[in-house]
């Protein structure tokens, strides 16, 4: 298993601004992911984080926007960009292990995002 | 277009009663499904799985069903416990290398003492 840690992990912000969150693994992990949960809706992934290269968005979100890095096999980080209220969610990280399976992912615990 | 959903928002049952957590999906591409559970404030716990090629799988209190014709399956929790309250997500992926999951919207757990 993984142990996934998120920082901040919970954070009210100000329409416009940015707001990168932070994902660091305690053990070298294959994937990395980023999804978004709101309220009352189901976990929607955001992107592949794939080290060393750009990220791989889903539909409907795009590089502008939501900015990703992932310098290694342990770090990620999400940056939300230009923040409107639409975009207060709760964001996650997961990662999946080498050599397992690629859909038993590991979250960490989320990071609450209000923009008011 | 919600590909995997669970239609019960929220669930009770008491304390050494079966849970039963229901969950359809429409793609029929799906052929690995899992089952995550989420307390406050943590991110969800990877709990069960079934592959296509079974209809049942077992672990410990829980049992996840398939009903592959059905396009439904379900998750069983005997004897259900206080800290069994949580949000179970069921997810839903095609096979082979990498593939999306797809996530249910959630239903919400409370065992009652």
């Known amino acids: 298993s993984a142990v996934i840690s998120q920082k901040p992990s919970r954070d009210i912000c100000q329409r416009g601004t940015s707001l990168t969150i932070q994902c660091q693994v305690d053990s070298q992990v294959t994937m990395m992911f980023w999804y978004r949960q709101q309220p009352g809706q189901s976990l929607t992934l955001i992107a592949t984080a794939n080290q060393g290269s750009e990220a791989t968005y889903e539909s409907g979100f795009v590089i502008d926007k939501f900015p990703i890095s992932r310098p290694n096999l342990t770090f990620s980080t999400l940056t939300v960009s230009n923040m409107s209220p639409e975009d207060s969610s709760i964001y996650l990280c997961?990662?999946?292990?080498?050599?397992?399976?690629?859909?038993?992912?590991?979250f960490g615990p989320g990071t609450r995002l209000t923009v008011l | 277009d919600q590909q995997v959903k669970q239609n019960s928002p929220s669930l009770s049952v008491q304390e050494g009663r079966i849970s039963i957590l229901n969950c359809d999906y429409t793609n029929s591409m799906f052929d690995y499904f899992l089952w995550y559970k989420k307390y406050p404030a943590e991110g969800p716990t990877f709990l069960i799985s079934i592959s296509s090629i079974k209809d049942k799988n077992e672990d410990g209190r829980f049992t996840v069903f398939l009903n592959k014709s059905a396009k439904h399956l379900s998750l069983h929790i005997v004897p259900s416990q206080p800290g069994d309250s949580a949000v179970y997500f069921c997810?839903?992926?095609?096979?082979?290398?990498?593939?999306?999951?797809?996530f249910g919207t959630g239903t919400k757990l409370q065992v009652i003492p």
């Open positions: 997810a839903a992926t095609p096979s082979g290398g990498y593939q999306k999951v797809t």
């Open positions: 997961s990662a999946a292990m080498a050599g397992g399976p690629y859909n038993e992912q590991f």
